[in-house]
């Protein structure tokens, strides 16, 4: 899939030596995103590798799927085993300028806009994130619609 090699190709770059082990699954081919901003797209997905990066302990997996539901959308996903998401925390994700780390200044760790980015573009493709934390294991998950 053109979409999800650019992807992978751009979060190659984003990929440094302490993160040299990654898993990419994918199994959507031949996909069509309908009307699609595939730079929006790119953004949304590597914020989310770059995010599975910093948290995630060295040499820890990070894995990207791909696949496509019976509901005709493209579901992608990143998973990583790094820090988790405190169950309080998880509701809160996606609001601007939150940070689940409160001490990490704009220097060591962005401005907690991310994640409302990547959902508002998301959004404004018909498609849904989500996010789910489970023993250190942190999966978010993007839905976009194929076209007809």
Do not use: W
Request: hydrophobic letters at 40%; one cysteine or more.
């Amino acid at each position: 899939d053109q979409l999800l090699d650019e992807v992978i190709m751009e979060a190659l770059k984003h990929i440094s030596r302490k993160h040299d082990e990654y898993q990419i699954i994918p199994e959507c081919e031949d996909l069509i995103l309908a009307r699609m901003d595939v730079k929006l797209v790119i953004q949304v997905l590597v914020n989310l590798i770059d995010n599975a990066i910093k948290y995630s302990p060295d040499k820890a997996d990070i894995m990207i799927c791909c696949r496509k539901k019976e509901t005709e959308q493209v579901e992608i996903s990143v998973t990583d085993h790094g820090i988790g998401i405190p169950t309080d925390k998880q509701p809160h994700i996606f609001d601007k300028f939150y940070r689940v780390d409160q001490s990490r200044s704009s220097d060591t760790g962005g401005t907690g806009l991310g994640l409302a980015i990547a959902k508002e573009i998301v959004t404004l493709h018909g498609g849904a994130i989500s996010a789910s934390s489970k023993n250190h294991v942190v999966t978010f998950t993007v839905s976009l619609p194929l076209s007809n």
